[in-house]
């Protein structure tokens, strides 16, 4: 056991934006006293990772990659653990001129032949030269990559006995690759993007001084995964980049012990992590009955910060409501918007606004495209929330269907311009051409409007319901039934669109702990008229197992996989068994 890393920063003043690398940014970081400090799900620590130590442990193993054949831009998949061998493993390849690509867990893409498929699949896609597991998952990894050509496959361990490499290492120069970071995967297979060290410093450099004002002082708190581009970018990068202190609770065990991660903030100062919306609210949750842990102190939390998924009003206020006794403050609440194709962030809310809502029209949003405030005559209204101006350097456009620039209040696809988008979907030019047009604009997929000079997301275009010209937001179905319909929790709903021959139809999945068939008949009574009278619609609610909705690498709903699970007849095979 060692002792944790101190709160204060390293060498000051830093400038993000003078790094030409993230080498040299672990160079200026390494320099100093702070570093990466790695928890149980106890809040036990396991490891005290100072930048310094770091630093020579990574250029390290960078010579002995290098002696196993590597060469300066091989891509190295690593699976993304959260432990100090991911990041020796990461910032490895830094230093060697290696391009690494975190994977993700098997934890969260369920069963291990699925697991094994994607990852070899993902493997293949970059044509990566080595692969670095832990050792819990090495067989694992040596069957999903077998008789692909690498060099070596395997855990950290493993590289101890070779011979380093003799010779300088030379510095990756800013428009190299600093890493790939594959997307969610929401609607489609994950896409390696390509992100420079000029673009992701950029970034970086934006959030530090503009977004999130980082100061030597402040001390992150993270459990989000590695192969995010929240955890990699906003709580491994950034912490190095700052040279500020970080402790990390793995994201396994923030689902079976999330209250760990508010005790972590507590015991050591935490000032900024983020989470997506559900996080929060599975906090809140955990302290209904059980209550708050005795003595925890979360008002030295300035920045809680809310990105990864649309952001959910609700489970917010409950979070505030229920932390308020433990010095939590509403204001420290702070909506972001981004996306891994900009490194990781676009926007902020100000900080210490908290959460600034608009309350819109729901039917003039669906059929006008139009973001205006309900009147007396409005029927159904729905909050969005806020996230801020574009970040500085960066501009924003919303853009209808045509292509052509919307005013103010318009909603439609945003595009963004900037130092701080991606070079290109790894070896899909055609990918890259269809997201990026030659004047430098990116159509980031989403939808959503501006207002104040602030962007406001009310959805994403692959998922849009379309019928009888309405354009439905299918979380505004699902936040209505996890919110109306008591047996019901967030999570349990997906909804999507299915042609029948006659048009779109609606089906909404709903999942159900229900064993009798008339309960479960009756539960899909009441979702179908909740969902008709909320708004307007009639649609075919089915019931599937509990735990049976897919997920995202990063823990979002995936509505595309649902749905072709859903016309496969997969989930009535599951219902049956």
């Known amino acids: 056991m060692t002792d944790s890393t101190p709160a204060p920063g390293g060498p000051a003043p830093f400038a993000v934006r003078d790094f030409a690398s993230l080498a040299a940014a672990l160079e200026h970081a390494a320099q100093g006293s702070a570093g990466m400090n790695f928890y149980s799900g106890r809040g036990q620590l396991t490891e005290g990772l100072p930048y310094s130590r770091l630093r020579g442990q990574a250029e390290a193993l960078a010579l002995r990659l290098l002696a196993k054949g590597l060469v300066r831009g091989d891509r190295v998949a690593l699976l993304a653990e959260t432990d100090g061998d991911f990041a020796r493993a990461f910032f490895a390849c830094q230093i060697a001129g290696l391009v690494p690509a975190p994977l993700p867990l098997p934890a969260a893409l369920g069963g291990r032949e699925t697991y094994l498929e994607h990852v070899r699949r993902m493997t293949e896609s970059i044509g990566a030269a080595a692969v670095l597991a832990p050792a819990a998952f090495e067989s694992w990894i040596v069957e999903a990559c077998a008789d692909l050509p690498l060099r070596f496959v395997g ?23 600093a890493y790939l970071q594959f997307s969610s995967g929401s609607t489609r297979f994950p896409h390696a993007i390509a992100v420079t060290h000029r673009a992701v410093v950029a970034n970086i450099d934006a959030i530090v001084r503009f977004g999130l004002k980082i100061g030597p002082g402040d001390r992150c708190a993270s459990w989000l995964p590695f192969y995010h581009d929240m955890g990699l970018v906003g709580f491994l990068l950034t912490p190095v980049c700052c040279a500020i202190s970080v402790d990390y609770l793995a994201t396994r065990e923030f689902a079976r012990r999330p209250l760990t991660w508010l005790q972590l903030i507590s015991n050591y100062g935490g000032t900024l992590s983020f989470s997506p919306s559900f996080g929060f609210e599975l906090c809140a949750r955990r302290v209904e009955n059980g209550g708050v842990p005795e003595g925890l102190d979360l008002s030295r939390w300035r920045a809680a910060g809310i990105g990864g998924d649309m952001v959910r009003p609700g489970p917010l206020q409950k979070f505030v409501e229920a932390f308020a006794a433990s010095g939590f403050k509403a204001g420290a609440l702070t909506p972001s918007y981004g996306m891994a194709e900009a490194a990781l962030a676009l926007s902020f809310s100000p900080l210490g606004r908290g959460l600034r809502m608009d309350t819109l029209d729901t039917d003039r949003l669906e059929r006008e495209h139009l973001a205006v405030a309900p009147t007396i005559d409005t029927q159904r209204s729905r909050d969005f929330v806020r996230c801020g101006a574009i970040l500085p350097g960066h501009e924003v456009e919303v853009r209808d269907d045509n292509g052509d620039p919307m005013p103010e209040l318009g909603v439609g ?7 701080s988008l991606f070079k290109e979907y790894f070896a899909q030019p055609e990918e890259t051409a269809r997201a990026i047009g030659t004047d430098g604009w990116l159509n980031t997929g989403d939808i959503g409007y501006l207002v104040d000079g602030e962007i406001v997301i009310t959805g994403r275009a692959k998922d849009l319901i379309i019928v009888n010209g309405r354009n439905i937001r299918p979380q505004d179905l699902e936040w209505t039934a996890e919110g109306e319909v008591s047996s019901l929790r967030s999570g349990d709903v997906a909804a999507f669109a299915v042609d029948d021959g006659a048009g779109e139809s609606v089906v909404v999945l709903i999942e159900s702990r229900l064993t009798e068939t008339a309960a479960r008949a009756a539960l899909c009574e009441e979702v179908s008229g909740v969902l008709r009278a909320r708004h307007g619609i009639e649609v075919r609610v089915v019931p599937v197992p509990p735990r049976s909705l897919p997920q995202t690498s990063s823990g979002k709903l995936s509505r595309a996989k649902a749905r072709a699970l859903y016309l496969s007849g997969s989930f009535e095979l599951a219902v049956a068994g």
């Open 155 to 177: 855990t950290i361990a493993g590289l101890a006995a070779v011979e380093p490499a003799v010779g300088d290492l030379a510095a990756p120069a800013p428009d190299d690759l």
């Open 413 to 419: 696809l945003l595009h963004v311009r900037g130092p």
